[in-house]
T-cell receptor, first 113, second 113 residues
Framework: DAGVIQSPRHEVTEMGQEVTLRCKPI?????LFWYRQTMMRGLELLIY????????DSGMPEDRFSAKMPNASFSTLKIQPSEPRDSAVYFC???????????FGSGTRLTVV | GENVEQHPSTLSVQEGDSAVIKCTYS??????FPWYKQELGKRPQLIID?????GEKKDQRIAVTLNKTAKHFSLHITETQPEDSAVYFC????????????FGTGTRLQVTL
């Protein structure tokens, strides 16, 4: 099992540009989560999906953030336009059922300059 | 929603000593409490978890205790080793209503020789 796969691993972009982060969950996992990690705020849940359906997006900071899960094997997190305060590590995680057995991807380190 | 507080934020112990990290949660309906370890530059990984129907769980040198009345739970690491140095996160979830985990802010554990 390849685990949760995220791409890219690192992203450096200029303020105002669109950024798209990608995630492939573990096959058979029904839940997918996007978290943002910063020194100041720790691990913050942005949004999660059950069976490809968005369940809770209350953590999405602004309308500049959007997420999709078009099928069971792929999800994207998009920031448009990006701002320097969006700089963080973004983790995707998946689980077979609910909160049990969360597996995190390796993360995407985003730097907005 | 759930709020998880974690203390201390940093902890330094000598090799061979014990380390204790404490967390409190706000939602009395929470019933699942995992702990994650994150080494520098790596993804968080599950190390142990406990459900609300038990008060303690052990796995070799690590143990977790849960006090539902007081709404707090703790991670205990005995005979610490340098490879235990990492950031540890506690989390809580109400599995009856949501799939998501709410994380504490993390404890940076440093094991010195």
């Amino acid at each position: 099992d390849a685990g949760v796969i995220q791409s890219p691993r690192h992203e450096v972009t200029e303020m105002g540009q669109e950024v798209t982060l990608r995630c492939k969950p573990i096959s058979g996992h029904n839940s997918l989560f996007w978290y943002r990690q910063t020194m100041m705020r720790g691990l913050e849940l942005l949004i999660y999906f059950n069976n490809n359906v968005p369940i809770d997006d209350s953590g999405m900071p602004e309308d500049r953030f959007s997420a999709k899960m078009p099928n069971a094997s792929f999800s994207t997190l998009k920031i448009q336009p990006s701002e320097p305060r969006d700089s963080a590590v973004y983790f995707c995680a998946s689980s077979p059922v609910g909160p049990y057995g969360y597996t995190f991807g390796s993360g995407t380190r985003l730097t907005v300059v | 929603g759930e709020n998880v507080e974690q203390h201390p934020s940093t902890l330094s112990v000598q090799e061979g000593d014990s380390a204790v990290i404490k967390c409190t949660y706000s939602d009395s309906a929470s019933n699942y409490f995992p702990w994650y370890k994150q080494e520098l530059g790596k993804r968080p990984q599950l190390i142990i978890d406990i459900r609300s129907n038990v008060g303690e769980k052990k796995d070799q040198r690590i143990a977790v205790t849960l006090n539902k009345t007081a709404k707090h739970f703790s991670l205990h690491i005995t005979e610490t080793q340098p490879e235990d140095s990492a950031v540890y996160f506690c989390a809580a979830s109400n599995t009856g209503t949501a799939s998501k985990l709410t994380f504490g802010t993390g404890t940076r554990l440093q094991v010195t020789l």
